[in-house]
């Protein structure tokens, strides 16, 4: 599949890193060093723009080093870009650890991975089957 972007970023455009990868590292495009103080989110700009097929969408998701080293993730994990989305993708930072953290342009910050996905029709009813399970919420699965 192929997807058209615009690149206004100073990075080349993101790839897959190995040929098993399933995201691509999105970098930031800053003007200038942002520093995450504890508990604060910021929308950090990517400086890329694109333009999916209808049936799929882009999953935007935090990078497992960022969060397993410095505490740092998505406020929306995974956030959606849907296929009719034409701005420029940014990326919703949380700092989740006790220090500060300092995001430096083109460091990598999240991964996009391209899904297709389905469009259900819901239909209204009454009632619905009933299950094993039935209404258990969560951590029940109705077996004992």
Not at 14 to 21: K, L, M, Q, V, W
Not at 104 to 133: C, F, N, P, W, Y
């Amino acid at each position: 599949m192929k997807i058209n972007i615009i690149n206004q970023s100073k990075h080349p455009i993101p790839g897959y890193s190995t040929e098993a990868s399933a995201g691509m590292d999105l970098r930031a495009n800053l003007e200038a060093d942002v520093t995450l103080k504890t508990l604060e989110r910021k929308l950090i700009p990517t400086g890329l723009f694109i333009e999916l097929p209808l049936g799929y969408e882009a999953q935007i998701r935090p990078r497992s080093g960022l969060a397993y080293k410095h505490g740092i993730g998505l406020v929306n994990s995974p956030g959606t870009i849907d296929a009719d989305y034409r701005g420029e993708i940014g990326i919703l930072l949380v700092n989740l650890s006790n220090e500060d953290f300092t995001i430096k342009d083109g460091d990598r910050i999240a991964q996009m991975v391209i899904a297709k996905h389905e469009t259900a029709e819901l239909i209204e009813v009454t009632s619905l089957s009933e299950t094993v399970r039935g209404a258990g919420g969560y951590g029940h699965t109705g077996v004992k």
